[in-house]
């Protein structure tokens, strides 16, 4: 299966602070979402972007399907940012696979 | 649009017992998935339907798994002869069932202790 590798594993910001959180996937993939699960264990659906960009607030986020990479952006962090982010990829919503995450803590 | 809803929000149980778990998904959304979620780690898909059939259940972790959805609507996921490996947060999405890959919305989850 696919492999997801996400990075870094954490990330501590100071309020206000802009940060890139990178997803590598082992295979081309043809469905690939991002997540951020809140410190409730809530997941939230923030991109479906299987290629190119795609902004939605102080997020954005970036997938060069040709390089097995997507990048999301988050600019002037908030402490309600924090949480942990998921990357996760496949051909079909059954097959997708999702990274270890990358855990952020944005600091007032 | 109220979400996806699973019910309980936490279970706490001893070894040996059986557990069900209830999800409801967004009213519209013909696809259903269950995952699983252990500290530190990303979700784990287990089985999904697309309304009542259940298309994909190879990845159930053991036959103790089991999973329905009788009416196209909720599911539930049970878990026969619990061990304390099944404890884990079990979580629950849907999708609106348009195309093949489609935007996943997850529930709350429902968290499991196996003592």
């Known amino acids: 299966g696919i492999q997801v590798e996400q990075s870094p594993p954490d990330l501590i910001l100071q309020e206000g602070a802009n940060s890139t959180l990178r997803c590598n996937f082992s295979?081309?993939?043809?469905?690939l979402q991002w997540f951020h699960q809140n410190p409730w264990g809530q997941l939230i659906n923030l991109f479906y972007i299987p290629s190119g960009t795609k902004q939605n607030g102080r997020l954005s986020a970036t997938t060069v399907a040709t390089e097995r990479y997507s990048l999301l952006y988050i600019s002037s962090s908030q402490t309600t940012d924090s949480g942990v982010y998921f990357c996760a990829g496949g051909y079909n919503n059954n097959d997708m696979r999702f990274g270890a995450g990358t855990r952020l803590t944005v600091k007032p | 649009d109220t979400g996806v809803s699973q019910d309980p929000r936490h279970k706490i149980t001893k070894r040996g017992q059986n557990v069900t778990f209830r999800c409801d998904p967004i009213s519209e959304h013909n696809r259903l998935y269950w995952y699983r979620q252990t500290l530190g780690q990303g979700p784990e898909f287990l089985t999904y339907f697309q309304n009542e059939a259940q298309l994909e259940k190879s990845r159930l972790l053991s036959d103790r798994f089991s999973a329905e959805r009788p009416k196209g609507s909720f599911s539930t996921l049970e878990i026969q002869r619990t061990e304390q490996g099944d404890s884990a947060m079990y979580l629950c999405?849907?999708?609106?069932?348009?195309?093949?890959?489609?935007?996943?919305?997850f529930g709350s989850g429902t968290q499991l202790s196996v003592l």
């Open positions: 999405a849907s999708s609106s069932g348009q195309g093949p890959h489609e935007k996943l919305f």
């Open positions: 295979d081309s993939v043809n469905n």
